[in-house]
């Protein structure tokens, strides 16, 4: 049987136990923040589960991938068969909240940080367009308070480690937060119908109301 990095990990993780009731959503186990986003969508009622292989797609109602490096998580999935079944899923309208590397996976185009068009495995759902690295490199991370459409109370605390945003975007796509920066507000969360988008690493807080966002995004999807 094929081995998944970080498998041994995942299997430690904590249970879904008691939350049967609630919507089952995937978090891609490829690389990233898998285990602190199972934490937060369990603490929003989903029934959260790591999946690594594609006979566990059919189960899901919705799927988080995370953050990490776009192209390592793009090729992984190639070489373990999930990407043509990830695009058919998205396709058939599953829903799907990407962050940070998971954006740009979601996205039909991405730029490099200079503008140069990126060359990798994209699941091309969202009309997005997507620039890597856009604030910089690792050392130019921040940290940063934002008003999220959607979002009630306080603002959103957002961790950003070499992140992207949404350069271009189709009219469809609406926009639930921008970040100011010295070439004016850019795009850092957005929406296309059951498709969410967010340019940092939610996951990083403790906050967890982009996370109840999409689950209740998952919840109305399975009622229609």
Same mark, same amino acid.
């Given at each position: 049987?094929?081995?998944?990095?970080?498998?041994?990990? =995942?299997?430690?993780?904590?249970?879904?136990?008691?939350?049967?009731?609630?919507? *089952?959503?995937?978090?891609?186990?490829?690389?990233?923040?898998?285990?602190?986003?199972?934490?937060?969508?369990?603490?929003?009622?989903?029934?959260?589960?790591?999946?690594?292989?594609?006979?566990? =797609?059919?189960?899901?109602?919705?799927?988080?991938?995370?953050?990490?490096?776009?192209?390592?998580?793009?090729?992984?999935?190639?070489?373990?068969?999930?990407?043509?079944?990830?695009?058919?899923?998205?396709?058939?309208?599953?829903?799907?909240?990407?962050?940070?590397?998971?954006?740009?996976?979601?996205?039909?185009?991405?730029?490099?940080?200079?503008?140069?068009?990126?060359?990798?495995?994209? =699941?091309?759902?969202?009309?997005?367009?997507?620039?890597?690295?856009?604030?910089?490199?690792?050392?130019?991370?921040?940290?940063?308070?934002?008003?999220?459409?959607?979002?009630?109370?306080?603002?959103?605390?957002?961790?950003?480690?070499?992140?992207?945003?949404?350069?271009? /975007?189709?009219?469809?796509?609406?926009?639930?937060? !921008?970040?100011? *920066?010295?070439?004016?507000? !850019?795009?850092?969360?957005?929406?296309?119908?059951?498709?969410?988008?967010?340019?940092? /690493?939610?996951?990083?807080?403790?906050?967890?109301?982009?996370?109840?966002?999409?689950?209740?995004?998952?919840?109305?999807?399975?009622?229609?």
């Amino acid at each position: 049987m094929t081995r998944i990095p970080g498998e041994s990990l =995942l299997a430690a993780g904590p249970s879904d136990d008691g939350l049967s009731g609630g919507p *089952t959503i995937g978090v891609l186990a490829l690389q990233g923040d898998v285990l602190e986003h199972l934490r937060l969508l369990r603490a929003a009622g989903a029934r959260a589960v790591a999946v690594k292989r594609t006979g566990e =797609l059919d189960r899901l109602d919705g799927l988080v991938i995370p953050g990490g490096e776009s192209t390592t998580i793009g090729k992984l999935a190639a070489m373990y068969g999930l990407l043509d079944p990830l695009r058919q899923r998205l396709r058939e309208g599953m829903p799907a909240f990407g962050t940070c590397a998971g954006a740009i996976l979601l996205a039909r185009r991405a730029l490099h940080a200079d503008g140069r068009p990126a060359e990798q495995p994209l =699941l091309g759902a969202m009309d997005i367009v997507v620039r890597r690295n856009a604030f910089g490199r690792q050392i130019a991370s921040f940290e940063a308070d934002l008003d999220v459409l959607g979002l009630t109370g306080e603002p959103l605390h957002a961790v950003f480690i070499r992140a992207p945003w949404i350069e271009e /975007h189709g009219p469809s796509v609406n926009v639930l937060a !921008k970040v100011g *920066t010295p070439l004016g507000d !850019k795009v850092v969360v957005a929406r296309q119908g059951n498709l969410l988008a967010s340019a940092f /690493h939610p996951e990083l807080t403790d906050d967890g109301r982009l996370h109840a966002l999409f689950v209740d995004l998952v919840r109305e999807a399975a009622t229609v």
